[in-house]
């Protein structure tokens, strides 16, 4: 039986100077390579949308204020596989 795993990819690379993208780069294997020992094979890398609804209140003020009483947060998320 196949098994999957999702693991958040790093939020936010930091560089240390304009197109030195290595850095970046290589956070993203080393989180390969640590699932990988644990026998996880990398499969893909998805990006998803997570809506977060306001609380009554927060909806009450932000159309007050013709704001949306929703926010969406954008995420990448690793997927693994395992036989």
Request: charged residues 20%; contains cysteine.
């Amino acid at each position: 039986m196949v098994q999957y795993k999702c693991v958040p990819a790093p939020k936010r690379l930091v560089i240390n100077k304009q197109g030195n993208y290595d850095d970046a780069i290589r956070s993203f294997a080393d989180l390969i390579n640590q699932e990988a020992k644990e026998g996880w094979k990398f499969h893909s890398m998805e990006n998803i949308g997570v809506t977060q609804k306001s609380g009554c209140i927060g909806g009450l003020i932000a159309t007050l204020f013709g704001r949306k009483s929703v926010t969406t947060y954008y995420f990448n998320m690793l997927i693994f596989m395992k036989d």
